[in-house]
């Protein structure tokens, strides 16, 4: 069979466009995007599409790239076919946006494939993955413990990107090239095994084909499509049932938790990953954030973070909240001074903080208050100056009561799984030295425990408005 035949194949199999379409054909100058060219060429030919242009990214990242596009260029002007140069200072994004340099490309290159289609008036996007990229998907993803919607690959249609070559090899893709006596560009960070992708392409694959033939690829390649097949039907029995489950509110979304809880697993997982996705649209959502919500929704955990938000367990409500984006200044630049006795209005978080002087061995017995894990506690700081009530600085450290050491505050805070987007949020009590006397729900300083002998300070956090 013709490779054009494989393509009208594919077409026809997953409906990847109608007759008579024109497509954004996606080049990067590798051999796989230029055989797509040549191949969606030979279709344009007998007027089963129409190519409306090429489009080439710059993604400014190798010593190669302006050689890429000059490539893609000369191609263009050879074939007579419309060309548009994106160019991205793709590592400056991923730096501004805190992505890997990978995932930072890819974003650029679709936002730029969208700017074309848009332009011309394209019915869909081309890409060139072809059955080897299925299959390293795969792999990557069964190593990541992905379900079945991750380990259905790469799939043929998502959203406006078409992936006509999916059925085609790599080396058939690069043989037919040949056989035009055309030519092609090659990425040299292919050749990179510390990438895992190129890892399970250059070391685990050729393993596998030497230990079960070169069918193997073909066979996983067909296990990823009965796992999308499988993934699809459950995604949309998940997404029927979230009709009834999720509501939305203000920020987030609100789900019934008994009545989810009642739903199989693979239904409840679905609906908390699509919870998520919606919420957090262009967030890169995985398996353990997933699981994080399950602990939440099953009571193991009392609230999860998740990234741009967190779930939280309200009675018979599982809450998913969008973080708000605070101003720079608005929680982490705060002191005030707390006088003895006197009081502490933090206005950022909404709660006062008040300082009342006991007289010797007052109160010593209560541990809770000694020990200063509540909204009260018991400190000793007798000649010590005045005290302050701050934001939590890089650095803080404390000395937890029976550990005979001393801890960042951090380390506190992720040990008692206090989201971080709350962390900012909690006051610190520290001395004329600066030194961390009392962290309000948390701990007190074995340094300042109360003695028998001590005049002790009690201190007490009252919440405002429900902010703290």
Same mark, same amino acid.
């Given at each position: 069979?013709?490779?054009?035949?494989?393509?009208?194949?594919?077409?026809?199999?997953? =409906? @990847?466009?109608?007759?008579?379409?024109?497509?954004?054909?996606?080049?990067?100058?590798?051999?796989?995007?230029?055989?797509?060219?040549?191949?969606?060429?030979?279709? #344009?030919?007998?007027?089963?599409?129409?190519?409306?242009?090429?489009?080439?990214?710059?993604?400014?990242?190798?010593?190669?790239?302006?050689?890429?596009?000059?490539?893609?260029?000369?191609?263009?002007?050879?074939?007579?076919?419309?060309?548009?140069?994106?160019?991205?200072?793709?590592?400056?994004?991923?730096?501004?946006?805190?992505?890997? %340099?990978?995932?930072?490309?890819?974003?650029?290159?679709?936002?730029?494939?969208?700017? %074309?289609? #848009?332009?011309?008036?394209?019915?869909?996007?081309?890409?060139?993955?072809?059955?080897?990229?299925?299959?390293?998907?795969?792999?990557?993803?069964?190593?990541?413990?992905?379900?079945?919607?991750?380990? *259905?690959?790469?799939?043929?249609?998502?959203?406006?990107?078409?992936?006509?070559?999916?059925?085609?090899? !790599?080396?058939? @893709?690069?043989?037919?090239?040949?056989?035009?006596?055309?030519?092609?560009?090659?990425?040299?960070?292919?050749?990179?095994?510390?990438?895992?992708?190129?890892?399970?392409?250059?070391?685990?694959?050729?393993?596998?084909?030497?230990?079960?033939?070169?069918?193997?690829?073909?066979?996983? =390649?067909? #296990?990823?499509?009965? =796992?999308?097949?499988? *993934?699809?039907?459950?995604?949309?029995?998940?997404?029927?049932?979230?009709?009834?489950?999720?509501?939305?509110?203000?920020?987030?979304?609100?789900?019934?938790?008994?009545?989810?809880?009642?739903?199989?697993?693979?239904?409840?997982?679905?609906? $908390?990953?699509?919870?998520?996705?919606?919420?957090?649209?262009?967030?890169?959502?995985?398996? !353990? !954030? %997933?699981?994080?919500?399950?602990?939440?929704?099953?009571?193991?955990?009392?609230?999860?973070?998740?990234?741009?938000?967190?779930?939280?367990?309200?009675?018979?409500?599982?809450?998913?909240?969008?973080?708000?984006?605070?101003?720079?200044?608005?929680?982490?630049?705060?002191?005030?001074? @707390?006088?003895?006795?006197?009081?502490?209005?933090?206005?950022?978080?909404?709660?006062?903080?008040?300082?009342?002087?006991?007289?010797?061995?007052?109160?010593?017995?209560?541990?809770?208050?000694?020990?200063?894990?509540?909204?009260?506690?018991?400190?000793?700081?007798?000649?010590?100056?005045? $005290?302050?009530?701050?934001?939590?600085?890089? *650095?803080?450290?404390?000395?937890?009561?029976?550990?005979?050491?001393?801890?960042?505050?951090?380390?506190?805070?992720?040990?008692?799984?206090?989201?971080?987007?709350?962390?900012?949020?909690?006051?610190?009590?520290?001395?004329?030295?600066?030194?961390?006397?009392?962290?309000?729900?948390?701990?007190?300083?074995?340094?300042?425990?109360?003695?028998?002998?001590?005049?002790?300070?009690?201190?007490?956090?009252?919440?405002?408005?429900?902010?703290?």
């Amino acid at each position: 069979m013709l490779l054009s035949d494989y393509v009208r194949r594919s077409v026809a199999r997953s =409906a @990847l466009w109608s007759p008579g379409s024109r497509l954004v054909v996606g080049v990067s100058g590798g051999a796989d995007s230029v055989a797509l060219t040549f191949l969606l060429r030979e279709l #344009a030919t007998s007027g089963e599409l129409a190519i409306a242009a090429l489009a080439h990214v710059n993604h400014r990242l190798r010593a190669t790239a302006d050689r890429d596009e000059r490539f893609c260029r000369d191609l263009a002007a050879r074939l007579g076919l419309p060309l548009q140069v994106g160019t991205r200072e793709v590592a400056a994004l991923a730096a501004a946006e805190r992505l890997s %340099v990978e995932d930072a490309a890819r974003r650029a290159r679709y936002g730029f494939l969208d700017e %074309v289609m #848009a332009e011309t008036g394209a019915d869909c996007i081309a890409v060139g993955h072809t059955l080897d990229d299925q299959v390293e998907t795969f792999v990557l993803k069964v190593v990541r413990g992905a379900g079945l919607t991750g380990l *259905g690959g790469i799939y043929p249609v998502r959203g406006r990107v078409v992936r006509p070559l999916l059925e085609l090899s !790599h080396s058939a @893709l690069r043989d037919y090239l040949v056989g035009l006596q055309e030519t092609w560009v090659e990425d040299e960070t292919n050749g990179d095994i510390s990438n895992p992708r190129n890892r399970v392409r250059h070391v685990v694959l050729p393993q596998l084909d030497q230990a079960f033939g070169p069918a193997a690829r073909r066979r996983i =390649a067909q #296990a990823a499509a009965f =796992a999308r097949e499988d *993934g699809r039907l459950l995604d949309e029995l998940a997404q029927a049932r979230a009709a009834d489950l999720v509501r939305e509110v203000a920020n987030g979304v609100e789900l019934d938790a008994t009545r989810v809880q009642d739903e199989p697993q693979p239904i409840v997982r679905r609906i $908390l990953l699509n919870a998520m996705r919606a919420v957090f649209a262009g967030k890169q959502i995985g398996s !353990h !954030h %997933v699981e994080a919500a399950l602990d939440v929704l099953t009571g193991r955990r009392a609230a999860a973070e998740v990234p741009g938000g967190r779930w939280e367990l309200h009675g018979r409500k599982l809450v998913l909240m969008e973080q708000p984006v605070a101003a720079p200044d608005e929680v982490r630049c705060f002191s005030y001074t @707390l006088p003895i006795p006197g009081l502490a209005h933090i206005h950022e978080v909404g709660c006062l903080i008040e300082a009342v002087a006991l007289g010797t061995d007052q109160m010593l017995d209560d541990m809770t208050l000694r020990h200063g894990r509540g909204d009260a506690a018991l400190v000793a700081v007798t000649g010590r100056g005045p $005290l302050r009530v701050r934001s939590r600085q890089p *650095g803080d450290r404390i000395s937890p009561p029976g550990l005979g050491g001393r801890k960042k505050l951090q380390d506190l805070f992720v040990d008692a799984r206090l989201p971080r987007v709350d962390r900012d949020r909690v006051p610190v009590v520290v001395d004329a030295r600066d030194q961390v006397v009392w962290v309000p729900g948390h701990t007190v300083s074995a340094d300042f425990q109360a003695k028998r002998e001590d005049a002790v300070i009690l201190l007490k956090l009252t919440r405002l408005g429900g902010k703290a």
